[in-house]
């Protein structure tokens, strides 16, 4: 969500200072490598982790304060949708926070000018399935998080579709553009800013320099903005329905963030 789905307004680099600067106090992470703050958070002492917990609601809390929906993101959420394409949110952030945030495209999405332009039901959700750092799947297990592939291969599996057949959108390199990789995905596409920057929002997970490490990194695409991408998959959808003659198997897209 962070930087992709919604404008980025988290301080990732003061994020890991304080988590690191926790650890550095805490009597079960003074030898702990500093990677990332959610892995390296779940390895202190009780204490160590309440703390941290304490730092992520805060950060979290001023962040959905503040949040604004990406430019262009409810336009092209709309036109997914109406090209039946799937979405589904994999993110660091919470579960609950996620669904924050859907409800909040959902707003967006249902109207154009005050008026309803769609009608999204309990049994057709905007984003399905939501993904965060704390949900569980069957058997009550909590998935491992980006850069390792398991959600998206989750999502797959739900979906009931190759990974060769989604499109993973994100705005890190590190975590985004590596787990979409290592999963297989038909397509990582990378948002960044004008001009082609990008911000920090990476967890603290550090990778290698070796040529795989680095190749797991390179997107297939990268955009500047909502707009710029929609351009992309309306030229990608009407491809694919000129080759087939009519649109037969859905695409899908998972939108990630932090």
């Known amino acids: 969500m962070d930087g992709t789905l919604v404008e980025h307004v988290i301080d ?11 650890a550095d106090a805490d009597p079960m992470g003074k030898d702990l490598e500093r990677d990332c703050v959610l892995t390296l958070a779940n390895k202190l002492s009780p204490g160590g982790q309440e703390e941290c917990q304490y730092i992520f609601d805060e950060i979290t809390r001023d962040a959905l304060k503040n949040m604004k929906l990406m430019p262009g993101g409810a336009d092209l959420i709309r036109y997914l949708r109406d090209r039946n394409v799937k979405l589904a949110i994999f993110t660091k952030n919470r579960e609950e926070n996620a669904q924050i945030v859907s409800d909040s495209y959902l707003r967006e999405v249902m109207t154009i ?7 999204c039901v309990d049994d057709d959700p905007l984003f399905y ?7 569980k799947i069957s058997g009550g297990n909590i998935l491992r998080n980006k850069p390792f ?8 599996k739900v979906w009931g579709c190759d990974p060769s057949h989604v499109v993973m959108v994100g705005d890190n390199e590190n975590d985004d553009i590596t787990a ?13 800013q004008k001009g082609g ?19 797991e ?9 909502m707009f710029e991408l929609r351009s992309y998959l ?13 649109l037969k198997k859905p695409m899908n897209v998972s939108i990630n963030s932090f």
């Open 197 to 215: 920057t990008q911000y920090d929002t990476h967890s603290g997970f550090v990778l290698g320099d070796t040529e795989e490490e680095i190749r």
């Open 149 to 156: 592939p398991d959600a998206i291969l989750h999502i797959c």
């Open 129 to 135: 399935p939501i993904i965060g750092r704390d949900s």
């Open 113 to 119: 000018d005050g008026e309803v332009s769609c009608v």
């Open 12 to 22: 990732f680099a003061e994020m890991r200072q304080r988590i690191y600067a926790v």
């Open 234 to 246: 309306e030229a990608l959808l009407d491809e694919r329905d000129l080759r087939d003659g009519a």
């Open 180 to 192: 979409a990789n290592r999963a297989g995905c038909g397509g990582s596409v990378l948002l960044t």
């Open 217 to 225: 990194r390179i997107p297939s695409l990268r955009v500047e903005s």
